[in-house]
T-cell receptor, first 110, second 115 residues
Framework: EDQVTQSPEALRLQEGESSSLNCSYT??????LFWYRQDPGKGPEFLFT???AGEEKEKERLKATLTKKESFLHITAPKPEDSATYLC???????????FGKGTSLLVTP | GAGVSQSPSNKVTEKGKDVELRCDPI?????LYWYRQSLGQGLEFLIY????????KSGLPSDRFSAERTGGSVSTLTIQRTQQEDSAVYLC?????????????FGPGTRLTVL
């Protein structure tokens, strides 16, 4: 059975303080790893898809990387508007759905 | 509209009543998914549609839950004889790619409260 574990559960950063969020996964044949951002009261917003180990993608202050066992979401010089819950999900050979982790709640203070 | 829309945004119902939740996917998206997000839990898969057929219903928690999709577009999730444990946010997502591949774009969700 696919498993996705995100850490830490919560993270508080000062504005400008860079850090990384972790997503560890165990799947039977990874077909894609997805990062989403979710603001309170809203649906998840797509950020990145990674398909194979060694792949990296960037968008503004965010950079996602992938190894055979985990993915990192690096946040460089975060701003308060980056505060949100970041969700990691995998799709594997075991089915059609995305299997989500429980998320990391990020708070960036001025 | 450009995104996935869901209605109603909020639904409060009494235990034992039936509810219908609606999803309008992005135009042209063949794949449609329903998920449930409970307080403190991750997103939980319910059902996957490819066109009007549902090749994966494995996430539906009981036979009180059913869903249909018509015209390859709008989908309705029906919960019969609601229970308090059904209280959650129900999210719909659509994708251009079928079979679980490709990005899924989510709607804002329907918050269901069962009293």
């Amino acid at each position: 059975e696919d498993q996705v574990t995100q850490s830490p559960e919560a993270l508080r950063l000062q504005e400008g303080e860079s850090s990384s969020l972790n997503c560890s996964y165990t799947v039977s044949g990874l077909r894609g790893l997805f990062w989403y951002r979710q603001d309170p009261g809203k649906g998840p917003e797509f950020l990145f898809t990674l398909y194979s180990a060694g792949e990296e993608k960037e968008k503004e202050r965010l950079k996602a990387t992938l190894t055979k066992k985990e993915s990192f979401l690096h946040i460089t010089a975060p701003k308060p508007e980056d505060s949100a819950t970041y969700l990691c999900a995998v799709n594997s050979n075991s089915g059609y759905a995305l299997n989500f982790g429980k998320g990391t709640s990020l708070l960036v203070t001025p | 509209g450009a995104g996935v829309s869901q209605s109603p945004s909020n639904k409060v119902t009494e235990k034992g009543k039936d509810v219908e939740l609606r999803c309008d996917p992005i135009s042209g998206h063949t794949a449609l998914y329903w998920y449930r997000q409970s307080l403190g839990q991750g997103l939980e898969f319910l059902i996957y549609f490819q066109g009007n057929s549902a090749p994966d219903k494995s996430g539906l928690p009981s036979d009180r839950f059913s869903a249909e999709r018509t015209g390859g577009s709008v989908s309705t999730l029906t919960i019969q004889r609601t229970q308090q444990e059904d209280s959650a946010v129900y999210l719909c997502a659509s994708s251009e790619s079928t079979g679980g591949l490709g990005e899924q774009f989510f709607g804002p969700g329907t918050r269901l409260t069962v009293l």
